[in-house]
Every structure is written in structure tokens, then in C-alpha cells.
């Protein structure tokens, strides 16, 4: 079965994406921006502002999937600029710290919209020991 959770983002019937796609006990998060519930950039030129929003993102989409984020096996953090990684690990930690999922931390050279600074994915896999 093939579950598609949407965020209500504008890009996702515009993309043509679901916020999160459940098959089974797999989550896929797609790229998560810092977008507020009116569609608009939250915390334009704060990065740390901008992680929590995302991360907050996919805690919802997780909880619409089944799951949380304990459930997260990997995480990956795409940074506009490098040097914000260490604010936005920050974030992330407060979100993952005790979860401790595998992770890459990348730099892009830009997003679709010119205000966000961080993206985030996420990856969830659902065991059978371990429910929402």
C-alpha cells in the first residue's frame, strides 16, 4: 500500500511531490524548506529558525505516515552556506540528539526560493517492535 501525506506546501502539486511517501514500513521525507502555513518563508536569514521549521515540517508529516521522528534512520541537511552548519546541527540535535540517525551535511548552491537557507530530508523505516 501506498500512503502520500501532503503539508499543504504550494511546490508540492506545482513539483508534482508528496511531503512523505509510505510504502509499507518506509517513510521517504522529501526535501523539507523553512515555509510557513500561509506559504511563505519563516525566518528569512536565520538559519537556525529556518531548521526548525523544517524539522517541525517533518515531525508532522512523520505523525500523518504513522511514524515519528524516533522512527528516523537517516537525515540529510543541505545547507545554502557551509558555515551555518554548525547553528543548524545545533537544531538538529535538539530534534535527533537521543534518536541519533545517520546524516550527511552538504552545501547546495541555492533552493527554489532565494530565501531558504536549509532543506532537510528524512528517511523512516516503521518496525514492527518499535510503533508510532
Not at 502555513?37 to 537556525?48: K, L
Not at 534518536?99 to 547546495?108: E, F, G, L
Amino acid at each position: 500500500m501506498r500512503k502520500l501525506i501532503s503539508s499543504g506546501s504550494p511546490y508540492e502539486p506545482k513539483v508534482g511531490i508528496s511531503r512523505a511517501v509510505r510504502v509499507g514500513n518506509v517513510i521517504a521525507v522529501s526535501g523539507t524548506a523553512p515555509v510557513g502555513p500561509n506559504g511563505r518563508t519563516v525566518g528569512v536569514g536565520d538559519a537556525m529558525t529556518q531548521a526548525r521549521r523544517s524539522l517541525e515540517i517533518i515531525a508532522t508529516a512523520l505523525e500523518q505516515a504513522g511514524a515519528s521522528l524516533r522512527h528516523v534512520v537517516r537525515t540529510r541537511t543541505l545547507l545554502v552556506r557551509i558555515e551555518d552548519w554548525h547553528s543548524v546541527a545545533k537544531i538538529h540535535g535538539e530534534f535527533f540528539g537521543e534518536i541519533r540517525p545517520a546524516n550527511t551535511i552538504m552545501q547546495v548552491s541555492r533552493f527554489i526560493d532565494p530565501d531558504w537557507l536549509v532543506e532537510f530530508e528524512a528517511d523512516a523505516i516503521v518496525d514492527e517492535e518499535q510503533n508510532a
